[in-house]
């Protein structure tokens, strides 16, 4: 279906396309080159960790930095169930068992005291999610995973850019995923990368997303055979797609400030002029890049089917992970997580992209007064 007003653009400019043609033009080292690691020195320190290693998506990302850090068979891992299934996936890769937690109201993110209740002798990692570019109740958290001596590995795949108080989100745990995948802050198309301030982990993920691989020169540029040490994967980010991702991150500041802007303005009108939906509120001091616009509406599914009459594509974000096919079948049991399962029941996503026009936010807004007889 062609949407008259679709859920998301990517934001790109001539930048972009110069940064892609360059890298191919060259010739050489479409795979591996220079780029890679500009783009990896950028993301560390735009976030401010001591160590950035890319990967070719999110997903492989998330699976790599489990096995860097040990997680195993036998090892239990406190997810939530309101978010994308790769982060509940990621710990069944390494052989572990994901263990749901249940969400709080304000931010979607993991509740910090249902958390304290899942914890067993095999829980090894707490793994939060920052939905939908907010910030969880991480610091909370954080203190639970050391009260505990666990892991702490923040999925941060939607809120590159977020911070508390002015420190990033991905500098609160021991690792942070971040995904470049083509809805998100800045994109790639597909992407992810990881951060740390351990070395280890950094030197062990670098084995891991390149076969195990002890690399002392580039691969492709060298006449020297390279040993392999360990068993690996091919997790890569190419040289052509860095570049697209450094074009992108020279221009992440403007990037979020259109998607604030954009978000004040549906925020004002919504609240003003449509009763039945309720915006979260942000806590204070909650930097919030708005990597989604969710909202909570009253008879969702009705919503969706006549907006979509409308020419206007939203998306439920997310439908609970234990919901699945895969998940009700391979883990048998039943889960206590009433506030996920009633905030997944009326959370919907609205179009949003940075550089949305007033005019299209003005076309959704009174759409849904439409449905919802708001004169």
Same mark, same amino acid.
């Given at each position: 279906?062609?949407?008259?007003?679709?859920?998301?653009?990517?934001?790109?400019?001539?930048?972009?396309?110069?940064?892609v043609?360059e890298?191919?033009?060259?010739?050489?080292?479409?795979a591996?080159?220079?780029?890679?690691?500009?783009?990896?020195?950028?993301?560390?320190?735009?976030?401010?960790?001591?160590?950035?290693?890319?990967?070719?998506?999110?997903?492989?990302a998330?699976?790599?930095?489990?096995?860097?850090?040990?997680?195993?068979?036998?090892?239990?891992?406190?997810v939530?169930?309101?978010?994308?299934?790769?982060?509940?996936?990621?710990?069944?890769?390494?052989?572990?068992?994901?263990?749901?937690?249940? =969400?709080?109201?304000?931010?979607?993110? +993991?509740?910090? #005291? !249902?958390?304290? $209740?899942?914890i067993?002798?095999?829980? %090894?990692?707490?793994?939060?999610?920052?939905?939908?570019?907010?910030?969880?109740?991480?610091?909370?958290?954080?203190? =639970?995973?050391?009260?505990?001596?666990? +892991?702490?590995? #923040? !999925?941060?795949? $939607?809120?590159?850019?977020?911070?508390? %108080?002015?420190?990033?989100?991905?500098?609160?745990?021991?690792?942070?995923?971040?995904?470049?995948?083509?809805?998100? =802050?800045?994109?790639?198309?597909?992407?992810?990368a990881?951060?740390?301030?351990?070395?280890?982990?950094?030197?062990?993920?670098?084995?891991?997303?390149?076969?195990?691989?002890?690399?002392?020169?580039?691969?492709?540029?060298?006449?020297?055979?390279?040993?392999?040490?360990?068993?690996?994967?091919?997790?890569?980010?190419?040289?052509i797609?860095?570049?697209l991702?450094?074009?992108?991150l020279?221009?992440?500041?403007?990037?979020?400030?259109?998607?604030?802007?954009?978000a004040?303005?549906?925020?004002?009108?919504?609240?003003?002029?449509?009763?039945?939906?309720?915006?979260?509120?942000?806590?204070?001091?909650?930097f919030?890049?708005y990597?989604?616009?969710?909202?909570?509406?009253?008879?969702?599914?009705?919503?969706?089917?006549?907006?979509?009459?409308?020419?206007i594509?939203?998306?439920?974000?997310?439908?609970?992970?234990?919901?699945?096919?895969?998940y009700?079948?391979?883990?048998?049991?039943?889960?206590?997580?009433?506030?996920?399962?009633?905030v997944?029941?009326d959370?919907?996503?609205?179009?949003?992209?940075?550089?949305?026009?007033?005019d299209?936010?003005?076309?959704?807004?009174?759409?849904?007064?439409?449905?919802?007889?708001?004169?």
């Amino acid at each position: 279906m062609t949407w008259k007003i679709p859920l998301f653009k990517m934001y790109w400019d001539e930048d972009d396309i110069s940064a892609v043609s360059e890298a191919i033009r060259s010739g050489m080292n479409w795979a591996v080159g220079s780029n890679v690691s500009r783009f990896e020195e950028g993301i560390a320190n735009y976030i401010g960790a001591k160590y950035c290693l890319t990967f070719n998506s999110g997903t492989s990302a998330l699976h790599a930095v489990l096995l860097a850090h040990g997680v195993a068979p036998g090892d239990e891992v406190i997810v939530p169930s309101f978010t994308f299934i790769a982060t509940a996936n990621a710990s069944q890769f390494v052989g572990a068992k994901p263990v749901f937690a249940d =969400i709080e109201e304000t931010t979607f993110g +993991l509740d910090p #005291e !249902d958390v304290v $209740e899942r914890i067993t002798p095999r829980t %090894r990692a707490i793994m939060p999610v920052h939905y939908g570019g907010c910030p969880c109740r991480i610091q909370e958290l954080r203190e =639970i995973a050391d009260d505990h001596d666990l +892991l702490l590995i #923040e !999925d941060a795949a $939607e809120a590159f850019g977020a911070s508390i %108080r002015g420190r990033s989100v991905g500098t609160f745990g021991d690792s942070a995923m971040m995904s470049f995948c083509q809805n998100k =802050i800045i994109t790639t198309g597909e992407g992810g990368a990881i951060l740390t301030d351990s070395r280890e982990v950094y030197e062990k993920m670098k084995l891991i997303r390149s076969h195990g691989r002890l690399e002392t020169a580039d691969y492709f540029s060298t006449t020297a055979v390279m040993d392999y040490v360990s068993l690996g994967y091919n997790f890569r980010m190419s040289n052509i797609t860095a570049a697209l991702g450094i074009a992108q991150l020279n221009k992440v500041e403007e990037i979020i400030r259109m998607r604030r802007a954009d978000a004040a303005y549906y925020i004002q009108r919504l609240k003003a002029e449509v009763p039945d939906c309720v915006i979260p509120e942000i806590p204070e001091d909650y930097f919030h890049v708005y990597q989604l616009f969710s909202l909570r509406v009253k008879d969702r599914d009705g919503l969706i089917q006549y907006l979509e009459t409308k020419g206007i594509m939203t998306k439920i974000y997310f439908s609970p992970v234990h919901y699945t096919h895969f998940y009700r079948s391979q883990m048998n049991g039943s889960y206590n997580l009433p506030i996920t399962e009633k905030v997944s029941e009326d959370t919907l996503s609205l179009p949003f992209y940075p550089g949305i026009s007033r005019d299209d936010i003005d076309y959704v807004i009174d759409s849904m007064k439409e449905f919802y007889g708001v004169a």
